[in-house]
Nanobody, 125 residues
């Protein structure tokens, strides 16, 4: 059983940056591809970014491409989401999720086995 804990959220002005972290425990971190999703009030959970087990491949939703980067440190069992040029529409709870590495990329939340509780990101205009 893998436990995921997100941190790094907060309040930032439009155009600013935040770096989210997701620390994993209870499993072999490198066995999992990792995704970041976000959910705004009244909206469905939305895929943001994905990184393969070794960090060799990343994938981004069009809405964040060019502004967000995803990385991981398997020695620290942590995945990161660097968010730059933030916009008010980026306001949401950001959640990390784990998916067995052999299954590859998925942008669908139902394809992930483990989830954190999320961290709130609020971007003011």
């Amino acid at each position: 059983q893998v436990q995921l804990v997100e941190s790094g959220g907060g309040l930032v002005q439009a155009g600013g940056s935040l770096r989210l972290s997701c620390a994993a425990s209870g499993g072999t971190f490198s066995n999992y591809g990792m995704g970041w999703f976000r959910q705004a009030p009244g909206k469905e959970r939305e895929f943001a970014a994905f990184i393969t087990w070794n960090g060799g491949t990343t994938y981004f939703a069009d809405s964040v491409k060019g502004r967000f980067t995803i990385s991981r440190d398997n020695a620290k069992s942590t995945v990161y989401l660097q968010m730059n040029s933030l916009k008010p529409e980026d306001t949401a709870v950001y959640l990390c999720a784990a998916r067995p590495w052999s299954l590859g990329l998925s942008t669908r939340s139902e394809h992930y086995d483990y989830w954190g509780l999320g961290t709130q990101v609020t971007v003011s205009s």
